[in-house]
C-alpha cells in the first residue's frame, strides 16, 4: 500500500455526462428491440411512451434533468448518503463541516432520519433511496456490508452520476447493479473506529481512506477525503480482505485484548477503569517503542529471555482464575517466540523449552 498514487484533485466535479438523462434504455433502437423481446416472451411491462419517464409511481410526460440538485461549476459534487448509521451520520456531518453539499439521506428508520437532518442543517431525509437518487450527484452507500448489494440492486443511477460504498472488504463491482451509461461506482473506506460520531470526526484528521475507482473518481474521492483531513491511498489489487483484516485486528482486535487484560486485571483486584489506568501507559509506551524501534526490538518480557519458570507460573494462574484468556495469551505466546527468535534473542533449545510449556496438557 502506499500514498495515494491518484491525479491531483480535480477542482469540481465533472461527472461522465452531467447533462441529460441518460440510461441505456433511453437509445431508441436499442429500447424497442428489447421491449420487443420481452412481449415476444409474454411479459408485459407497461413501458412508457417516448420523452416519459419515471418517479418510483409517478410517470412524468416531459424529460427533465437528472440528478435535480446539481452543483455550480468549480463546486464538488451534491451529496446524498444512503444509511443513517455510524458512518453515514458521521460522513453527512464531516463533509457539511468540511463545505461539502450533504443534500439529502436515506434511512428506514424515522429517529435516525431526525437526527441525521437536525445535525446537517439543510439536508432533505427520505425513507427509501430511489428517491434520493434522483437528487444528488455523488451517492455515498454505508450500510452494512451485506446490505450494499442489496441496496445497488434496488437502485438505477442517472448518467452523470457516482455511487461509492464504505465498506472495507468490498470492491466496487458490487455496484454494479445500479449503473447506467456514463455512471462511474467506486468505494472510500476511512480507517476510523465510528464509536463516536464527534471522536470519530476527529480521528478522521489523518486516517488514512482506502479509495477505488477509475481515475476520474478516485480523483474527486480522494479530494473528498483530504478535505476531511484524511490522507487518501490506493490498494494494490486484490490486497483489500487483508488490509481490513489487518483493520479489524488493530480496532476489535485490540479491544479484544483489552478486554483479557481487564479480566486478569479483575483477578488482581481492579476493575476495568483501574486496568485502564496502570495497563494504558504501558500499551501507549510499546506502542511508542514499536514506532521508534520497529515491531521486533518493541518486543518484552519472559518470551524474550526464554523464562520458562514464568511462562509455567502465568499458565497456572490462567487456568486457575482466568481461563477464558488462556487461549488468546497462549495464540500471543506463540508469536512472541517466534519473533523472539527471529531477533536472536533465543536459542534454539530455549524457544523448544518455551514451546514445550505451551504444548502440556492441562
Ligand atoms: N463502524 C465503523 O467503524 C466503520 C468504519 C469504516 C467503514 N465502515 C463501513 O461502513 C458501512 C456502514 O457501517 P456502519 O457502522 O455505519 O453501520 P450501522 O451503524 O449499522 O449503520 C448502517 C445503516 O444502514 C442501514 N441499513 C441496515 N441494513 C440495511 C438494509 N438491509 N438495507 C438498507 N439499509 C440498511 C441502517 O438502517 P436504517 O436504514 O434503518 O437507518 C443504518 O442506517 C459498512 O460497510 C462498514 O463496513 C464502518
Known amino acids: 500500500?502506499?500514498?495515494?498514487?491518484?491525479?491531483?484533485?480535480?477542482?469540481?466535479?465533472?461527472?461522465?455526462?452531467?447533462?441529460?438523462?441518460?440510461?441505456?434504455?433511453?437509445?431508441?433502437?436499442?429500447?424497442?428491440?428489447?421491449?420487443?423481446a420481452i412481449e415476444d416472451a409474454g411479459i408485459d411491462l407497461d413501458p412508457l411512451p417516448p420523452g416519459h419517464h419515471r418517479h418510483g409511481a409517478d410517470v412524468h410526460e416531459h424529460d427533465h434533468p437528472h440528478p435535480h440538485v446539481r452543483s455550480e461549476g468549480g463546486e464538488p459534487p451534491v451529496i446524498g448518503i444512503i444509511g443513517a448509521g455510524a458512518v453515514g451520520t458521521a460522513l453527512g456531518v464531516a463533509l457539511t463541516r468540511a463545505g461539502w453539499r450533504v443534500h439529502a439521506v436515506a434511512s428506514r428508520d424515522a429517529?435516525?432520519?431526525?437526527?441525521?437532518?437536525?445535525?446537517?442543517?439543510?439536508?432533505?431525509?427520505?425513507?427509501?433511496?430511489?428517491?434520493?437518487?434522483?437528487?444528488?450527484?455523488?451517492?455515498?452507500?454505508?450500510?452494512?456490508?451485506?446490505?450494499v448489494a442489496e441496496v445497488a440492486s434496488g437502485i438505477r443511477m442517472y448518467g452523470g452520476q457516482a455511487m461509492v460504498h464504505t465498506s472495507g472488504v468490498l470492491g466496487p463491482e458490487i455496484l454494479a447493479p445500479?449503473?447506467?451509461?456514463?455512471?462511474?461506482?467506486?468505494?472510500?473506506?476511512?480507517?476510523?473506529a465510528f464509536a463516536d460520531m464527534e471522536r470519530a470526526i476527529s480521528a478522521l484528521h489523518g486516517a488514512t481512506v482506502a479509495i477505488e475507482g477509475d481515475d476520474q473518481l478516485a480523483a474527486l474521492l480522494a479530494e473528498m477525503a483530504e478535505a476531511l483531513g484524511a490522507i487518501p491511498v490506493r490498494l494494490a489489487p486484490g490486497a483489500k480482505a487483508a488490509y481490513h483484516a489487518a483493520a479489524v485486528l488493530a480496532a476489535g482486535g485490540f479491544v479484544a485484548l483489552l478486554d483479557a487484560i481487564a479480566e486478569l486485571g479483575r483477578v488482581a483486584g481492579l476493575d476495568e477503569a483501574g486496568a485502564l489506568a496502570i495497563y494504558g501507559p504501558l500499551i501507549e509506551q510499546t506502542l511508542g517503542n514499536a514506532r521508534a524501534l520497529g515491531i521486533q526490538a518493541a518486543l518484552t518480557g519472559p518470551m524474550t529471555r526464554g523464562d520458562r519458570g514464568t511462562l509455567d507460573a502465568h499458565l497456572a494462574a490462567l487456568r486457575e482464575h482466568a481461563p477464558g484468556v488462556l487461549d488468546l495469551y497462549m495464540a500471543a505466546a506463540e508469536r512472541e517466540i517466534a519473533l523472539a527468535e527471529a531477533r536472536g534473542a533465543l536459542t534454539p533449545e530455549a524457544a523448544r523449552n518455551l514451546r514445550s510449556s505451551l504444548a502440556t496438557p492441562v
Open 1 to 36: 500500500m502506499g500514498r495515494a498514487s491518484v491525479p491531483r484533485p480535480m477542482k469540481a466535479w465533472k461527472g461522465p455526462d452531467p447533462g441529460e438523462p441518460d440510461h441505456s434504455a433511453d437509445d431508441p433502437a436499442a429500447r424497442s428491440e428489447t421491449i420487443k
Open 111 to 147: 429517529g435516525r432520519r431526525e437526527r441525521f437532518r437536525s445535525l446537517v442543517e439543510g439536508s432533505r431525509a427520505f425513507s427509501e433511496p430511489t428517491a434520493l437518487v434522483e437528487e444528488v450527484e455523488l451517492i455515498i452507500v454505508a450500510v452494512p456490508d451485506d446490505a
Open 178 to 192: 445500479a449503473t447506467a451509461a456514463g455512471t462511474q461506482i467506486g468505494s472510500f473506506h476511512p480507517l476510523v
